[in-house]
């Protein structure tokens, strides 16, 4: 049996029945706070065998203010209810709400009106919360809002099936990692906490702000998944994503938080004020905020524009099987091309055109300061290099595609 004591303000009958069945409108305080656990790194299983051992018998359940308590019978069977004030006690568990009710036969509790509920270093806040003893179900409904010291979540409703250690939040859907100064935001999110595993649908939104740089990554697509606690977000559907001046898109995306890398596969493209690159898969390396290094590989291309400006269309090129790309200050400095190197670059001569020069060999590496090429290093057999050199009237045409 489980003790239960009241200092409730009036008790309108003295409730004779095995109390043991009451302890479940606290189930959900204990067990709920487990939600939470989804977005850190530790699973419900391993929080009960360091918060309970497996011996220690259930905590005392106290009913410590109620204006009333009342004791009633109905077709659904016995119900009590408390009204007014109430604050309820189990553990280190404080739970404060307008009215609780709970029916003894279907194992249902129900608590309204203002929840709110503290076990140490996490509270969670709701208009509502239901526990369905029998499917082990626990759903909190309006404004919830479950959070500890560093992480929560915010959503229109929050379910957690114990069966399944499974959390489902729906609705205006709000994720904060304050660690890692990550907030994600969806419709729908549905977290494993034994696998340490989320997916998010709803044209969800993440968002990564550097506290070393003004500029923010954000990273949108229709659905996404997080591994090991948000180690690794895998994004799909029509990905976008924008790093201060850099921005991409593609089929999906993985982004690996640790090692500021971020990979790019299904047509991907990746453009940063007038330079372009397209390939099988693109890697995006981020440093301080800001891309430092590109790689694209499979039918690699790259498009420098030689002037900005908007009347201005010509365009060095690179193509190749594999373009390494290298960015100082969010500047161009450096390409590198290999396997069936192709570069066409305008040629200068105190700042005059000269016209453009074709390169093919198995490696190119293009050296550039503000938006000019300084100089090309060609490595290739002989027999694999050539060179072709247009005048200013005779260049070919190459246009540049649309930055979108």
């Known amino acids: 049996m489980t003790p239960l004591t009241t200092r409730a303000k009036s008790v309108i009958i003295i409730m004779k029945w095995d109390m043991r069945k009451r302890n479940l409108i606290f189930c959900w305080v204990i067990l709920g706070f487990a939600l939470f656990n989804s977005v850190a790194r530790a699973t419900i299983a391993q929080q009960a065998k360091q918060t309970r051992p497996a011996n220690q018998t259930e905590e005392r359940l106290e009913i410590i203010n109620a204006d009333t308590v009342r004791y009633s019978k109905s077709a659904e069977g016995d119900i009590i209810k ?22 003894r036969d279907t194992r249902q509790t129900v608590v309204r009106r203002n929840v709110r509920i503290y076990d140490r270093s996490k509270s969670l806040f709701a208009d509502e919360v239901y526990y369905f003893g029998d499917r082990q179900l626990f759903k909190a409904v309006g404004h919830v809002f479950l959070k500890d010291s560093l992480r929560q979540i915010i959503a229109d409703r929050i379910a957690y099936d114990k069966n399944e250690d499974l959390v489902t ?21 549905k977290f494993d906490n034994a696998n340490d595993y989320a997916w998010i649908s709803g044209n969800p939104i993440l968002t990564r702000r550097d506290t070393t740089a003004a500029d923010t990554l954000r990273i949108a697509s229709l659905t996404m998944e997080l ?45 940063q004020e007038g330079d372009r690159l397209t390939g099988e898969q693109i890697q995006l390396f981020i440093e301080k905020g800001k891309l430092v290094k590109a790689v694209v590989t499979g039918q690699a291309l790259v498009t420098s524009r030689v002037d900005t400006a908007a009347w201005d269309q010509r365009v060095n090129t690179l193509t190749g099987q594999s373009i390494t790309m290298y960015f100082e200050d969010e500047q161009l400095v450096q ?15 105190d700042e005059e055109e000269k016209g453009m020069n074709k390169i093919i ?27 072709t050199y247009y005048p200013p009237n005779m260049k070919p045409v190459i246009l540049p595609r649309k930055l979108e």
């Open 82 to 103: 408390m009204i007014g004030n109430v604050h309820l006690r189990q553990g280190v568990a404080e739970m404060f709400c307008g009215e609780a009710e709970h029916w």
């Open 335 to 349: 390409v590198t091309v290999d396997n069936q190197a192709t570069s066409y670059y305008y040629i200068y001569e």
């Open 169 to 189: 939040a729906e609705k205006n859907v709000v994720i904060v990692d304050s660690i890692n100064y990550i907030q994600i935001t969806g419709a729908l999110a």
């Open 227 to 271: 591994f090991e606690g948000g180690a690794k977000a895998v994004v799909s559907d029509s990905v976008k994503i924008q790093q201060g001046k850099a921005h991409a898109r593609c089929g999906r995306a993985e982004f690996y938080r640790d090692r500021n890398e971020i990979l790019l596969f299904q047509q991907p493209v990746a453009w």
């Open 361 to 387: 060999g198995d490696r190119i590496s293009v050296f550039i300061r503000d938006r000019k090429i300084e100089r090309i290093l060609v490595e290739s057999n002989p027999q694999l290099s050539a060179g």
